[in-house]
């Protein structure tokens, strides 16, 4: 398999549920993203990880928990959720280079995304 | 820092007409910016990017946008609209290591 997949590509749940997004890539990227694409608004950045390390976290409520085990693999843990979270969760990775200085042309490579609705 | 308008929510076109979907972006530093596509149910792919080289950049699908600093623009064309082209197009802008910006996205609509 090739590209980035993401699993559930549903998943329905009540608020004080707990679930995992799992996603997956197979491009040999080493750093990875998690995004929420909200209906009218731009696509918010909320985790990045490179090399396994978290590098970002946008100020994310705490009931989101990212989790990165390994360079392929990145998992987002949601416990708790409110209404207003139900969107689509975008994964998406790339590959960092060892030169940092221009790190923002680095190309991004999505899955198909995880859409969560939050009862 | 960076940010990006694109205006105009929605875009509708004939098959066969010239596609635009417009894109302004302010950067504090020299930009790079993209073109994602969205086709239902799926996640975003490249189109195209300019990081500095040729100001007008040839994408997939037959598209292209060319970079005007002094409009600070990024605009996206097409000659020929096909009806495989409707989707959602997002334009975003990042510069030296800030991580990408993303617009709010322009749906296209190909009527035949």
């Known amino acids: 398999e090739t590209g980035v997949t993401q699993t559930p590509r549903h998943l329905v749940m009540g608020m004080t549920n707990k679930k995992s997004l799992k996603c997956e890539q197979h491009l040999g990227h080493n750093a990875m993203y998690w995004y929420k694409q909200s209906a009218k608004k731009p696509l918010e950045l909320m985790f990045v990880y490179s090399l396994e390390e978290r590098v970002e976290n946008n100020s994310v409520p705490s009931r989101f928990s990212p989790e990165c085990p390994n360079s392929s693999h990145l998992f987002l843990h949601l416990h708790t959720l409110q209404p207003e979270d139900s969107a689509l969760y975008l994964c998406?990775?790339?590959?960092?280079?060892?030169?940092?200085?221009?790190?923002?042309?680095?190309?991004?490579?999505f899955g198909a995304g995880s859409r969560l609705t939050v009862l | 820092a960076q940010s990006v308008t694109q205006l105009g929510s929605h875009v509708s076109v004939s098959e066969g007409a010239l596609v635009l979907l417009r894109c302004n972006y302010s950067?504090?530093?020299?930009?790079?910016l993209f073109w994602y596509v969205q086709y239902p149910n799926q996640g975003l792919q490249l189109l195209l990017k300019y990081t500095s080289a040729a100001t007008l950049v040839k994408g997939i699908n037959g598209f292209e946008a060319e970079f005007k600093k002094s409009e600070t623009s990024f605009h996206l064309t097409k000659p020929s609209a096909h009806m495989s082209d409707a989707a959602e197009y997002f334009c975003?802008?990042?510069?030296?290591?800030?991580?990408?910006?993303f617009g709010t996205g322009t749906r296209l609509q190909v009527f035949p």
């Open positions: 975003a802008v990042s510069g030296g290591t800030d991580k990408l910006i």
């Open positions: 950067s504090s530093v020299p930009p790079y």
């Open positions: 998406a990775s790339s590959q960092e280079r060892s030169n940092q200085a221009d790190s923002g042309a680095n190309v991004l490579t």
